[in-house]
C-alpha cells in the first residue's frame, strides 16, 4: 500500500515512522516533510506544501495512492477531505464542516453550549472596546483566543488584567493574526490539570487513544509564555479509570453524536484538550481534528497496533471491530526549542549530537530543521523532540533527558522537568 502523509512537523515524522512498520505499507510519500521523515524506511519526502490541495490530489491521482492521512489543520479546515472524496480517492481526516470545531473557536464554544457539553463561560467579540468590558467586569486570571486558526499561538492566559487587556489590543486593535483574530473567544479561567484525550472517530464509533499531557508553558515549573507544547508524555495519570469513563460518556461520545446529528459526522482523529478538576470532573478547553503535538511522539511510540488497520477501518466505517493495544510503561518526548521561541524561532544553526541521543534508546523526531549540503540544521522555533518509551514514566524520562543533553546548537532550549506532575501524583490508578 502506498501512503500518502500530509505535513512536515514532528507529528508528521512520528506518523511517517510508525506507518513505515506496516507490513501492509511498501512506500510513505510525506508531502512535504522534512529531513526525519526523508531518512525513515520506506519514506520519502514530496516538495508538495501542505495547503496545496490542487498538486496534492494530482500527486494521488498520477501514484495510485491508496490512503491518504493529514497530519496538520489547515488543510482539513480549506476543505482537503472534501475535495479527496469528491474525487473518490480514499482519505483519513475530518470535513471541512466537522474541522469547524478547530478552525473557529466561537464556532466551537456555541457547539458545546448547545448541545451541552462541558466547558468553561464564554463570551464571543470583535470589539476591542466591548471586549475590554467583559474582562474588566469579570476580572484576572482569565482567558484570550484568537478565533480562527494562529498557529498554536493564538492563545492569552492572562493573569492580571493588563495582560488581558494587551492580548485584545493585539488581536483585535493591531490584527496581529489577521482574519484569525478578527474575532476573539474570552473565556473564564479553568483551575485543574489539564490532560490530553484523543480519538479515532468514525461517524458515531470511536476508539480512544491513551491518554497524555503535554506542557504547554515554555519554562520550568508550567511558567512563561503559552507554546504549542514543551514535552508530553503518556499514560497520564490524572486520567483515572474513573475519569476516563466520565469523558467518554460525558463529552466524547455526545461530541461526535451531535456532529453526525448536526450533519457533519467527523472522521479523523478527534482531539479533546481537558481541565480536570480536584474532584475528577473534566471540561473542554478546546478541540483540535488531528493529532496534537507533541502528544504524538510518545503516542506512536507506545502504540501498538498497525496505524494502517486502524485508521482504513476508520474510513470503511467498521472502528467497532478493533481494539487498541499499548506496550506496558510509559512513554515520553522532550522538545528542543529554540531560544527564541516561542516569539521567534532558528534558522541555519547547525545541529550535533542526534546519533549520539539515539545511542542512548531514544528515538529524536524532527519537526523545524532543514538540510543545507548535508548539514542538518534548524529551521523553526520547536526543532526536535527527544523521545523514550520505557517500563516506568522516571526511567523513560531519564533516557529522554540525557538524549537532549547530547543534541546541541547555539541557543538549544528545553524544559528538564516534562512529566514532573505525574512523576509527583500520589495514586497509580491510570486508564491506558
Not at 148 to 166: I, N, Y
Not at 207 to 231: C, F, I, Y
Amino acid at each position: 500500500m502506498h501512503v500518502l502523509l500530509i505535513g512536515s512537523g514532528g507529528r508528521e515524522h512520528a506518523l511517517a515512522w510508525k506507518l513505515a512498520q506496516s507490513e501492509q505499507v511498501s512506500c510513505v510519500s510525506v508531502a512535504p516533510g522534512n529531513p526525519g521523515t526523508q531518512a525513515e524506511p520506506k519514506c520519502k519526502n514530496v516538495a508538495i506544501s501542505a495547503d496545496d490541495i490542487d498538486r496534492m490530489l494530482k500527486y494521488a491521482k498520477d501514484n495510485a495512492i491508496e490512503l491518504t492521512i493529514v497530519g496538520p489543520e489547515a488543510p482539513l479546515v480549506a476543505g482537503i477531505v472534501d475535495r479527496f472524496q469528491a474525487a473518490s480517492l480514499r482519505i483519513f481526516g475530518p470535513t471541512a464542516a466537522a474541522a469547524q470545531l478547530e478552525g473557529s473557536k466561537a464556532f466551537a464554544k456555541n457547539f458545546m453550549q448547545r448541545h451541552a457539553i462541558p466547558t468553561a463561560e464564554h463570551a464571543t467579540f470583535d470589539q476591542a472596546d466591548k471586549a475590554i468590558d467583559y474582562i474588566e467586569l469579570h476580572g484576572a486570571p482569565i482567558v484570550i483566543k484568537a478565533d480562527g486558526l494562529a498557529a498554536g499561538k493564538g492563545v492569552v492566559v492572562a493573569q492580571t488584567l493588563d495582560e488581558a487587556r494587551d492580548a485584545v489590543h493585539f488581536m483585535l486593535g493591531e490584527r496581529r493574526f489577521g482574519d484569525a483574530g478578527a474575532t476573539v473567544v474570552i473565556e473564564e479561567f479553568l483551575t485543574g490539570e489539564e490532560a490530553s484525550f484523543i480519538a479515532i472517530v468514525s461517524g458515531r464509533q470511536c476508539l480512544p487513544l491513551a491518554s497524555s499531557q503535554d506542557h504547554k508553558a515554555r519554562d520550568e515549573g508550567d511558567l512563561g509564555p503559552n507554546t504549542g507544547g514543551m514535552g508530553a508524555y503518556s499514560p497520564a495519570p490524572v486520567v483515572t479509570p474513573a475519569v476516563h469513563e466520565h469523558v467518554v460518556r460525558d463529552i466524547l461520545q455526545p461530541t461526535v453524536d451531535a456532529l453526525a446529528g448536526d450533519g457533519m459526522p467527523f472522521t479523523g482523529f478527534l482531539y479533546i484538550g481537558l481541565m480536570i478538576d480536584a474532584a475528577g470532573k473534566a471540561r473542554v478547553v478546546e478541540y483540535n481534528v488531528r493529532l496534537g503535538d507533541p502528544e504524538t511522539q510518545p503516542l506512536m511510540m507506545r502504540l501498538d497496533n498497525d496505524l494502517p488497520t486502524l485508521l482504513n477501518a476508520a474510513v470503511d466505517g467498521e472502528l467497532t471491530a478493533h481494539n487498541v493495544q499499548w506496550l506496558e510503561g510509559s512513554a515520553i518526548g522532550v522538545v528542543l526549542a529554540a531560544g527564541e521561541y516561542p516569539q521567534g524561532s532558528s534558522k541555519g544553526a547547525p545541529i550535533t549530537g542526534i546519533n549520539d541521543a539515539e545511542a542512548l534508546g531514544a528515538k529524536v523526531f524532527h519537526a523545524g530543521t532543514q538540510l543545507n549540503n548535508d548539514q542538518l540544521e534548524t529551521a523553526g522555533g520547536r526543532v526536535l523532540c527527544a523521545t523514550a518509551v520505557a517500563a516506568s514514566l522516571e526511567e523513560a524520562k531519564h533516557i529522554a533527558d540525557r538524549a537532549a543533553e547530547r543534541v546541541s546548537w547555539p541557543g538549544r532550549f528545553y524544559r528538564g522537568d516534562i512529566g514532573y506532575r505525574a512523576i509527583n501524583r500520589k495514586s497509580p490508578a491510570i486508564a491506558e
